[in-house]
């Protein structure tokens, strides 16, 4: 089954729960909630306060993906506000074993996310350890960018790994993704789809995941 979660960086931030419940309506299984702290990405957004705040409003699951620098130091505070999957970035981790080890501990579902430039190479001893890896399709720090094209193939590679060592690991994919390349990401094979702009920024967000959803489903039904 193929998973849409709206990224909320996208969303109006004076107006979140409004926005959060149209998403919701539209059928989106979980929110995207984006963590930049000005120093790994060149950007400020939110933090463990706002969380805290959204697990109050929805019962979406809720996606954490931590773009900061020794995100360790923040996991139990991630954890407690609310997360229920929790990406950490491969390049802001020189222990990534440990900072793995630890979330999952902890309860929640771990993911390890891959700027565009990073290589599957670097996951290599680790993979079988996380639920998720996240595909950055964009150079992560800001919502609205293009599409990456070269991540469909990275896709396509890391799926294959995952099934030559028989793995259950999910493909998540962030940046730039749409109508225009749902398709293909998850014929590559991407089951968790997050997509900010192309969802809150049409005049019709619900009715987007819902397009959304009628793209992807019938292949990732087919191909699982
Ligand atoms: C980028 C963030 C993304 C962003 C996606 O740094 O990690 O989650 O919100 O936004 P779009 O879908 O507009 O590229
Ligand atoms: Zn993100």
Not at 21 to 48: E, K, T
Not at 139 to 151: A, E, H, L, M, Y
Not at 165 to 177: C, K, P, Q
Request: some cysteine; proline content about 6%.
């Amino acid at each position: 089954m193929v998973q849409i979660a709206p990224s909320i960086l996208s969303a109006d931030f004076a107006n979140l729960a409004r926005d959060i419940d149209i998403v919701a309506r539209g059928g989106a299984h979980a929110l995207h909630v984006d963590v930049m702290d000005g120093h790994f990405v060149p950007n400020i957004s939110i933090g463990i306060p706002v969380v805290q705040a959204l697990k109050m409003t929805t019962r979406l699951p809720l996606d954490v993906h931590l773009m900061i620098e020794n995100p360790e130091r923040f996991v139990p505070d991630f954890v407690k506000a609310g997360a229920d999957l929790l990406a950490v970035h491969v390049e802001a981790c020189p222990h990534i074993h440990r900072v793995i080890t630890m979330i999952k501990s902890s309860g929640v579902k771990a993911g390890i996310a891959l700027n565009p430039g990073t290589p599957l190479g670097s996951l290599s001893e680790i993979l079988h350890m996380v639920n998720f890896v996240l595909i950055m399709s964009v150079n992560p720090g800001f919502g609205g960018q293009s599409f990456i094209p070269d991540s469909i193939d990275k896709i396509r590679r890391l799926s294959n790994v995952i099934h030559s060592r028989d793995l259950n690991v999910t493909i998540a994919v962030d940046g730039g993704v749409s109508e225009n390349n749902a398709a293909d990401l998850v014929t590559a094979g991407a089951r968790l789809l997050v997509a900010g702009s192309s969802i809150f920024k049409s005049s019709d967000p619900a009715e987007a995941v819902r397009r959304l959803i009628a793209i992807t489903h019938p292949i990732g039904s087919s191909h699982t």
